[in-house]
């Protein structure tokens, strides 16, 4: 009988290549890695995080009483206006109670103030002077004089070294003979003032804010004198 010759078969195994091998076996242990980590329980990370939480909690609670209790720091014309109100209030007393401007003068001169001191004289509309002290104004010596006027209104003339550069905003300011003047109100009292060399001065009042004003501009010096 005839004899039958097979051919080899297409589908025959043959060895795979060595890079694919090398691909097979990396990805086999990067499973089995990744089998071997085990995930955190829900109540392990609850543990951990309830101290941090509580910790977040305490700070936010420290800061809201901060705000509470720690109070804001006034601004100038705040103090100015406070200083004012405890002397209405006779809880701030004058050191030297005295019509004479010369005397004040002195007086102001023999307690170290950190410039010439200067007392208006404001007879001509009808306040009289009532006397003075030295003022500590934020740690600074200030010239404090108090008047009277015909209504008994107080008014306080303030002067001390400084700038009105460093005010605060807020204020209005006028203009009278080329001088500024910074207009400010604080509950009631008005507050004017302005530069005079190295000095700063203020009028304070409770009276109608326009007069205070009209008074600053009749004591102010123009800026070339």
């Not at 890695?33 to 609670?61: D, E, G, H, M, N």
């Not at 420290?62 to 200083?83: C, E, F």
């Not at 200067?118 to 200030?142: A, F, N, P």
């Given at each position: 009988?005839?004899?039958?010759t097979?051919?080899?078969?297409?589908?025959?195994?043959?060895?795979?290549?060595?890079?694919?091998?090398?691909?097979?076996?990396?990805?086999?242990?990067?499973?089995?890695?990744?089998?071997?980590?085990?995930?955190l329980?829900?109540?392990?990370?609850?543990?951990?995080?309830?101290?941090?939480?509580?910790?977040?909690?305490?700070?936010?609670?420290?800061?809201?009483?901060?705000?509470?209790?720690?109070?804001k720091?006034?601004?100038?014309?705040?103090?100015?206006?406070?200083?004012f109100?405890?002397?209405?209030?006779?809880?701030?007393?004058?050191?030297?109670?005295?019509?004479?401007v010369?005397?004040?003068?002195?007086?102001?001169?023999?307690?170290?103030?950190?410039?010439?001191?200067?007392?208006?004289?404001?007879?001509?509309k009808?306040?009289?002077?009532?006397?003075?002290?030295?003022?500590?104004?934020?740690?600074?010596?200030?010239?404090?004089?108090?008047?009277?006027?015909?209504?008994?209104?107080?008014?306080?003339?303030?002067?001390?070294?400084?700038?009105?550069?460093?005010?605060?905003?807020?204020?209005?300011?006028?203009?009278?003979?080329?001088?500024?003047?910074?207009?400010?109100?604080?509950?009631?009292?008005?507050?004017?003032?302005?530069?005079?060399?190295k000095?700063?001065?203020?009028?304070?009042?409770?009276?109608?804010?326009?007069?205070?004003?009209?008074?600053?501009?009749t004591?102010?010096?123009?800026?070339?004198?």
């Amino acid at each position: 009988s005839p004899s039958i010759t097979c051919s080899a078969s297409p589908f025959a195994a043959k060895a795979a290549p060595s890079e694919l091998r090398g691909n097979i076996l990396r990805a086999l242990k990067a499973d089995a890695s990744a089998a071997r980590t085990i995930p955190l329980r829900p109540s392990f990370q609850t543990r951990k995080l309830k101290p941090i939480l509580a910790w977040a909690a305490a700070v936010v609670a420290l800061g809201i009483l901060a705000l509470i209790l720690i109070p804001k720091q006034r601004t100038l014309p705040q103090v100015v206006a406070h200083d004012f109100r405890t002397y209405q209030n006779q809880k701030l007393t004058l050191e030297l109670n005295t019509p004479d401007v010369k005397k004040l003068e002195a007086f102001f001169a023999d307690h170290g103030l950190p410039f010439k001191p200067h007392v208006y004289d404001l007879s001509e509309k009808d306040y009289r002077l009532v006397g003075g002290r030295v003022q500590y104004l934020r740690q600074q010596r200030t010239e404090w004089v108090v008047y009277r006027g015909p209504n008994n209104q107080a008014l306080v003339c303030q002067m001390y070294v400084g700038n009105v550069s460093k005010l605060p905003v807020g204020s209005v300011e006028r203009e009278h003979r080329g001088k500024k003047f910074h207009v400010y109100q604080v509950k009631g009292v008005t507050m004017v003032f302005w530069q005079d060399r190295k000095v700063v001065c203020a009028l304070i009042s409770d009276m109608p804010a326009e007069n205070v004003v009209q008074l600053a501009f009749t004591k102010a010096k123009p800026p070339s004198t």
